[in-house]
């Protein structure tokens, strides 16, 4: 199977290096692999591609949209992509990031993954490689274990789902500006012209979500970026409008079923953090 790079149109970026990869014995592919480095903030509207797509973002930060929901995808963290799904994606700030192209070999939906030490590692190298008429057999072996690797990616799933009604989406956009907010549903719907029972019902039916459940979902993504960057609990607490770290705490277990602490500390035993 032959792929070249696939550039991402509007994207500023300079491909730094890229490979068309091999097919496995069980019909499924790595089908390019290659690394792209962003200088300032950018954006990618709304489009699919042939292929699934695994984006790990080395530095800086990601931001994928799809119609399941809202991924954001930290320094050290991925994406996992569907073929076929349409997604916008943007960036802030400098940012170099892994791109993989592949037949399926995870669930069909999209997913932000947990990468293992190997993995990642196993993605450094795959970038490197040549034209796949000169891969050596030690490195077709390591693209088969790359793909192994992958497969069994640890999925680790906080999506925002968003709403059609454009209500309701003016709703999502008010709290995602300010997460602290703790203005009560009962406002939120006349500010957005609904009542609060009609609010709560089509907010629940399209997102499947309370906007109690989604708020403190946000909470998580938000938290978890900050808390990959260093930032303190207490810091972190405060900054989404809670009291005390204890209360945020509680919330974090009751999402998570750990504290952010445990949380934070298995993660970093999977993943690997590049120099």
């Known amino acids: ?109 999209c997913a932000t993954l947990q990468l293992t030490t190997l993995l990642a590692e196993l993605l450094h190298h795959a970038a490197q490689f040549s034209h796949p008429a000169s891969l050596s057999a030690r490195q077709v072996r390591l693209l088969a274990t790359l793909r192994d690797e992958l497969a069994a990616a640890p999925v680790d799933v906080f999506p925002l789902p968003l709403p059609s009604d454009t209500r309701l989406n003016r709703l999502i956009a008010q709290l995602m500006a300010s997460p602290s907010d703790k203005t009560p549903a009962a406002e939120w719907a006349s500010r ?32 978890l970026r900050q808390l990959r960057l260093g930032d303190a609990v207490q810091n972190v607490a405060l900054t989404l409008g809670y009291e005390n770290a204890s209360g945020f705490i509680t919330m974090f277990r009751k999402i998570t079923g750990k504290s952010p602490g445990r949380y934070l500390a298995e993660e970093r035993s999977s993943q690997y953090y590049p120099s």
């Open 192 to 223: 957005i012209g609904m009542s609060e029972r009609n609010m709560s019902r089509l907010l629940l039916r399209e997102t499947g979500m309370s906007l109690g459940r989604w708020r403190r979902q946000l909470h998580i993504v938000l938290a």
């Open 1 to 109: 199977m032959t792929l070249v790079w696939q550039g991402e149109e509007g994207m500023a970026d300079t491909l730094i290096r890229s490979s068309s990869l091999i097919s496995g014995a069980d019909g499924s592919a790595i089908t390019a692999c290659g690394v792209t480095r962003c200088e300032n903030d950018w954006r990618i509207p709304g489009h699919r591609h042939r292929f699934s797509q695994l984006i790990y973002a080395l530095s800086g930060e990601l931001r994928c949209e799809t119609a399941q929901g809202i991924w954001w995808v930290p320094a050290r963290g991925a994406v996992w992509i569907p073929r076929g799904e349409q997604h916008a994606a943007s960036g802030r700030g400098e940012m170099a990031s892994f791109h993989l192209y592949a037949d399926e070999l995870m669930p069909p939906q």
